[in-house]
DNA sequence: TTGTACGCGTTATCAC
DNA sequence: GTGATAACGCGTACAA
C-alpha cells in the first residue's frame, strides 16, 4: 500500500493542510520542510494524482489527437510534443482518429476528441482532418483549450490557437526553385480543394508565377481531393502523361511519395526527364543517387510551440484567467538536393 | 457542473447503489432501468474517471514507452495498440525515453518509466532499449503487468509478457534468398552484440549457412554496437571496402536504411554491383527502380496481440486472479523485391 | 433488488 | 504558519 499524505503527517506530527500546501510550493516552517522531506523520502510518498484530479479536476493529461501516425513528418512532431510536455509534468493520451474513408473521417475524428474528453484531459492538441472543426466545438464549450497543428480551420481560428508554417511562403520559394531552372510547364499537387493548408500552398505556388508574370494554368493546378492512395496514383500519372511537364510540384510528404511511384511508373527518371521539388523529406535521406530538393518543415520546433502554447493555456485556465489563443507561423526551410535540372 | 451520479439519483428518486451498479454492467428493474438511461441521457452524464480512479485504483490509461518514434515500423505498432486499447477502453499514454547517447540511455528509460508510473498506469507495454531489464523491476514489484514488444529480456522472461516474431526463422528465410541466387560472400549486420534480437537474427542467419554446410566467417557478421548513425554508416563503408560482398543483409530497419546509403557513398548499385536484402520495409516503396528484398513483421498483428495481452493481464489482476505472463510469436514474411541478382 | 453510510487521498476554507 | 474539517464523485459492504 502506498504512502499517503496521512502517513506524512503522522510521521511528521504536522497537520495535513501543512504538508498538502507545502508539496504544493506553499512556504512552511524551515525545520517543518526538513521533517517532511524526511518522512516523503523514508516513506516513497508519491502524490496520489487521481485523488487530486479528483480534487481540481485536473488531470495533467493532454490529448493528443491525429488522423493516423503514417510519415516522419507527424512522428517527429509528436515525439517532440510529448517530450515537451512532458518537461511541463503533463501526459500525453494518444489517440489516431484512424484509417477510414472519407465519408466515415468526420465521425472517426469525432470520436477520438470524445473518447479523450471521456478519459479527461486538460487541453487537446489536434491535427484535424475534418475540416469545418465540428469535432472541436465540445472540447471548446467545456472551457479546454485546443492547438491546431499542421492546419487551420478557419472558423474557428478566433478561439482556438494553432501552430503552423508559413505555407504560401514555403511553396512560393519551392516554385521559384523550379522556375530559377527555367522550368515553366509545371505540374502542382495539393490536397484536397477545401484544405485549407493545400490553398495556401497552391496560393503561393501560383504567386510565384504571377510575381515573374508567367500564366497560370488552373489544369496543371491538382488538388487531390480526399481520394485514396491508389487513386492519386492514377490521377497523377494521367496527368503527368497528359501534360508531360518537365518539373512537378509536390506539396505534402504523400504526394511527393506518390509522385515518385507515378514518375517510376511512367518510366521517368529523375530529374534527366523530370524535375521534382517534394515536401517534409521525402526522398532527402533513401541512399540513392536521387535526392530530392524539399520543403523542410520544422517539426521540432512546432511540436515544441504547440506543447509550450497548450501548457500555458492550460496553467492560466486553471489559475482562473485564461489566455487568448495564439497563432505561431514558423518558416520552413528549402533543403537543396538534385532532383532540379537546369533547362 | 457535469452532472454526478447524485443527479441522477435525484432525477430518478433511485439510490446511489442502485445507479452504480447499473452503470459497471448489473442487474436493475426494467422500469428503473429505463428510467436510469433517460436521466442519463437528459443530464448528459459521464462517468468521473478521477473518482473511479480513487476508488477502485485503476486508471484506465496504458503506459506505452518506446525509445523514439523513428522509423514505420515502430510507428505502425503505435497505431495499432492504440486503436486496440481504446477498443478496450483504455487510454495511451505515450512516452518516449527520447534521443540520447547510449551511455545515458539507462537513465533515460528509467525515467520514461517512471514518468508514467507517476502519472498513474495499469499496464505497460515497452520496447526496451535497456537490455537487462532494471527499468522494469519497479513496475513488476508495484504488480503492474509488462508486455514487451519486439525484443525480448530474458532475465525477466518469467515474469512478463512479450510479442515478437520468429527472429530466427526469419533471419534464416532472408539469408536463404541470398544463398539460392548464388551468393557466398555476404556482409551481414546486426544491433548490437548484447542485443537479444540481433543476436537471435544472426543466429537465424548463421543456421541458413550451416545448413548448407558454408563456412561462417565471423568477420562478415557485423555487430554494430550502439554507435551512432553517422559512425554506422563509416562502418559499413569500412566494411564493404574490406569484403567487397556481393550482397548485403541488414537486420534492421536503421541498418538497412545506413547499407543503402553505404552503398549509395561507395558508388555501388544495387542490384547490379551488390545484391541486398533488408528489414522493415526500407526502399520497398521509395518509387525509384530499386525495391528491396525486405523481411516484414506484421505490425498490425503485432500490435493489436500487444494489446490484447495487455487488456487480458490489467482485466485479470483487477478481478484479483493475476495471468501468467503470456508469449506470442509472430512470423514475419519476406517480401519480394528486384534488389538480388542471381550469380 | 435497493438504499445508507463510509472511505478512497487530496485540496481548500476557515479559524486559530 | 498551522490544523481541523468539509468537499470532490464514485464503489461497495452492509443492512433492509
Keep these: ?22 508539496l504544493n510550493g506553499g512556504h512552511v516552517l524551515p525545520q517543518n520542510q526538513a521533517a517532511i522531506e524526511e518522512a516523503v523520502r523514508a516513506l516513497d510518498y508519491k502524490v496520489n494524482e487521481a485523488a487530486r484530479t479528483l480534487k481540481t479536476r485536473r488531470t495533467g493529461y493532454v490529448g493528443l ?173 494521367e496527368k503527368i502523361r497528359q501534360f508531360r511537364p518537365t518539373a512537378i510540384f509536390a506539396a505534402n510528404f504523400g504526394l511527393t511519395s506518390r509522385t515518385l511511384e507515378a514518375l517510376e511508373a511512367e518510366g521517368l527518371r529523375v530529374p534527366s526527364d523530370v524535375s521534382v521539388v517534394g515536401f517534409d523529406g521525402v526522398g532527402v535521406n533513401d541512399g540513392y543517387g536521387v535526392k530530392l530538393w524539399s520543403v523542410m518543415q520544422p517539426t521540432v520546433q512546432i511540436g515544441s510551440a504547440a506543447a509550450q502554447i497548450m501548457s500555458e493555456q492550460i496553467t492560466a485556465a486553471a489559475q482562473g484567467n485564461p489566455l487568448p489563443p495564439q497563432v505561431r507561423t514558423l518558416q520552413a526551410q528549402l533543403l537543396p538536393g538534385n532532383s532540379v535540372r537546369i533547362i
Tied chains: 1, 2.
Excluded at 506524512?8 to 506530527?13: N, Q
Excluded at 475534418?130 to 467545456?142: C, I, R, S, T, Y
Excluded at 491546431?148 to 504560401?168: G, H, T, W, Y
Aim: proline residues 4%; hydrophobic residues 40%.
Design 1 to 22: 500500500m502506498a504512502a499517503t499524505i496521512k502517513d506524512i503527517a503522522r510521521r511528521t506530527g504536522l497537520g495535513l493542510a501543512t504538508i498538502s500546501k507545502y
Design 65 to 237: 489527437v491525429l488522423p493516423a501516425l503514417t510519415n516522419s513528418f507527424i512522428m517527429e512532431i509528436v515525439q517532440q510534443i510529448q517530450l515537451d510536455l512532458r518537461a511541463c509534468g503533463f501526459g500525453t493520451a494518444l489517440c489516431c482518429s484512424a484509417p477510414g474513408t472519407d465519408s466515415i473521417r468526420r465521425q472517426t475524428e469525432l470520436e477520438a476528441i470524445d473518447f479523450v474528453l471521456k478519459k479527461g484531459v486538460d487541453g487537446i492538441i489536434n491535427l484535424p482532418q475534418n475540416e469545418d472543426g465540428v469535432h472541436l466545438l465540445k472540447p471548446l464549450e467545456m472551457g479546454i483549450p485546443v492547438t491546431l497543428i499542421d492546419k487551420q480551420i478557419p472558423e474557428l481560428a478566433d478561439r482556438i490557437s494553432s501552430v503552423m508554417i508559413d505555407n504560401v511562403g514555403a511553396a512560393r520559394t519551392a516554385a521559384d526553385e523550379l522556375l530559377n531552372a527555367g522550368h515553366r510547364n509545371i505540374l502542382a499537387l495539393f490536397h484536397g480543394e477545401t484544405n485549407y493548408t493545400g490553398r495556401r500552398r497552391a496560393e503561393g505556388f501560383m504567386d510565384a508565377l504571377r510575381q515573374r508574370g508567367y500564366p497560370v494554368d488552373p489544369d496543371r493546378i491538382i488538388y487531390m481531393g480526399t481520394t485514396s492512395s491508389a487513386s492519386s496514383l492514377d490521377l497523377i500519372r
